[in-house]
C-alpha cells in the first residue's frame, strides 16, 4: 500500500483515510463520473472539494497532482502493483476503476472494446462540444455579437443527439449492461439543462435520449454520486 500522506496536495487537502482512495472533485459532469463510479462499484473513498477558482485547480498543491489543473484527479493508495497510483483525465479514471473493480466494463474482450468505444466518444465528441454550447450559449460568448460559433455548437449538439438516439432505439444502455460509457455520456446529457440550452436543442424530441437520462437519474448510486464532493469545502 502506497502512503498518501507523502503526497504534496495534502498540504491543501488533507487526507482524513490515508488508506482508501482520495477523491479531488467538483460536481461538474467531469467531475461526477468518478464519484458515480466509485458508488456504482462499491470503492471506498474519501472526497474533498477542489473549486473551480485559480486558487484551487492552479494552487501548487493541485498541479502537483494533476499539471493540467482540471478536476478530476484520484490518488490510490492500493495501486494494482503495490504502491500508490494518481491520475487524471475522467475517462482515464473510469477505466482504472472499471480494471480495478472488475465491473461495469463489460464481460468480454468484444464488449470492453464496445465500452471504451462510447467512453471516447463522450471524451472526444459530447463533452468538448456541449461545453463549447455552454459557453456561447450561456456564459461568455453569448456576449458575442458574431453568433456564428453559438450555431455551430448548437447545430453540433443536435447532430450528437441524434446519433444517441439512434443507438440506444430499443436499447436500455448505450453498450450492452449498464457500464462506464453510460457514467460517462449520461452527465453530460444531464448538463443541458444547467447551459439552458435543451429548448433550442428540441431536446424532448430525441425521445429514446430523455428516456434513458431519466433510467440513469434514477439508479440510487447516482443520486449520490451526483452530489459528491459538495459544492462548498467541508
Given at each position: 500500500m502506497?502512503?498518501?500522506?507523502?503526497?504534496?496536495?495534502?498540504?491543501?487537502?488533507?487526507a482524513a483515510r490515508p488508506r482508501v482512495l482520495q477523491l479531488y472533485s467538483f460536481p461538474t459532469p467531469n467531475?461526477?463520473?468518478?464519484?458515480?463510479?466509485?458508488?456504482?462499484?462499491?470503492?471506498?473513498?474519501?472526497?474533498?472539494?477542489?473549486?473551480?477558482?485559480?486558487?484551487?485547480?492552479?494552487?501548487?498543491?493541485?498541479l502537483?497532482?494533476?499539471?493540467?489543473?482540471?478536476?478530476?484527479?484520484?490518488?490510490?493508495p492500493n495501486g494494482p502493483d503495490g504502491t500508490a497510483v494518481t491520475l487524471f483525465e475522467s475517462g482515464a479514471i473510469l477505466i482504472y476503476l472499471a480494471e480495478k473493480s472488475g465491473?461495469?466494463?463489460?464481460?468480454?474482450?468484444?464488449?470492453?472494446?464496445?465500452?471504451?468505444?462510447?467512453?471516447?466518444f463522450q471524451m472526444g465528441?459530447?463533452?468538448?462540444?456541449?461545453?463549447q454550447l455552454g459557453f456561447?450559449?450561456?456564459?461568455?460568448?453569448?456576449e458575442w455579437e458574431d453568433k456564428r460559433p453559438q450555431q455551430r455548437y448548437i447545430a453540433e449538439a443536435k447532430r450528437l443527439l441524434s446519433v444517441l438516439d439512434g443507438v440506444l432505439?430499443?436499447?436500455?444502455?448505450?453498450?450492452?449492461?449498464?457500464?462506464?460509457?453510460?457514467?460517462?455520456?449520461?452527465?453530460?446529457?444531464?448538463?443541458?439543462?444547467?447551459?439552458?440550452?435543451?429548448?433550442?436543442?428540441?431536446?424532448?424530441?430525441?425521445?429514446?435520449?430523455v428516456a434513458y437520462l431519466e433510467r440513469f437519474l434514477e439508479r440510487a448510486a447516482v443520486a449520490k454520486g451526483l452530489q459528491v464532493p459538495p459544492r462548498e469545502p467541508a
Open positions: 502506497g502512503d498518501v500522506s507523502n503526497f504534496k496536495i495534502n498540504e491543501k487537502w488533507p467531475g461526477v463520473k468518478v464519484s458515480i463510479a466509485l458508488e456504482e462499484m462499491g470503492i471506498p473513498y474519501e472526497a474533498h472539494t477542489v473549486t473551480l477558482a485559480d486558487a484551487d485547480v492552479k494552487s501548487p498543491e493541485f502537483s497532482l494533476n499539471p493540467n489543473n482540471k478536476i478530476p484527479a484520484i490518488i490510490d465491473m461495469l466494463l463489460g464481460k468480454s474482450a468484444s464488449e470492453k472494446a464496445q465500452i471504451l468505444q462510447w467512453v471516447m465528441g459530447l463533452g468538448p462540444m456541449f461545453g456561447f450559449y450561456k456564459f461568455a460568448g453569448s432505439d430499443g436499447k436500455t444502455w448505450i453498450a450492452g449492461d449498464y457500464s462506464i460509457a453510460d457514467i460517462a455520456i449520461a452527465p453530460w446529457l444531464r448538463a443541458l439543462d444547467f447551459y439552458g440550452v435543451k429548448e433550442v436543442l428540441s431536446f424532448s424530441d430525441y425521445e429514446n435520449v
